[in-house]
């Protein structure tokens, strides 16, 4: 499957709301219909964006499925934001920026999951590597179910060299980690934070882990030694929006 294709009708939608350039053109399975597919052929219209009607098998030819829901947006590609962008970000909410920095994950359902929470826990953008790490790809952009679309995302090809800019900005930095030393649940998230999440099976290299002001972990009570990484994420990111939601 190409990776600059989105489909699904949540993802389609979204990307044509946000109003990007990079959608080239949305293509609809003959014979699907309804209020949602309807909605996306009237604001395609209203975006100047092209609408093609095409046999479902074309479109399974695309997405190499069959549960695209008969609608797919060809992409120019995905846009990044840059590392300045994230700063200007920190500096412009003082006292409440939260910031992702994602170690290592190389699995794009993974990153979309990840940045689907970040979206809806308020988080202010999220850092990745820019080699040997998944990047915005139709399968996190359909995983993120058009959160992709509103939070930015920035490649560095240096983790812990952009942590230690982060940490002359004030932001506190967090890694998460089973070897942790703290409970992530007793940690005061009210000020500016980083949250360092590693690599599915790897966790934080060494080298990020020496740059993190803190290691939390999550407590488990089971058999199992760790967690997802887009589930243990998603566990830190409610507690940080909980706690900034008492304030």
Known sequence: MSDQIIY????????????????????????????PLKSIQQLAREKGVPVQVRVKEVLRKLTGRENHQGVVGLLAGFPYSTFEDLLRVSRSKPG?????????????QNLGAIIRTAEATGAHGIIIRSRREVGLTAGAARSSAGAIEYIPVARVTNIAQAIEELKTHNVWVVGIDMAGTSDYRKVDFKSPTALVIGGEGKGLSELVRKRCDQIVFIPMKGKISSLNASVAAALVMYEVFTQRSKL
């Open 8 to 35: 699904g009708i949540n993802p389609v939608l979204e990307a044509l709301k946000a109003d990007r350039s990079w959608l080239n053109k949305i293509i609809i399975a003959e014979g699907r219909h309804g209020p």
């Open 96 to 108: 409440r920026v939260c910031i992702l920095v994602l170690d290592g994950i190389e699995d794009p």
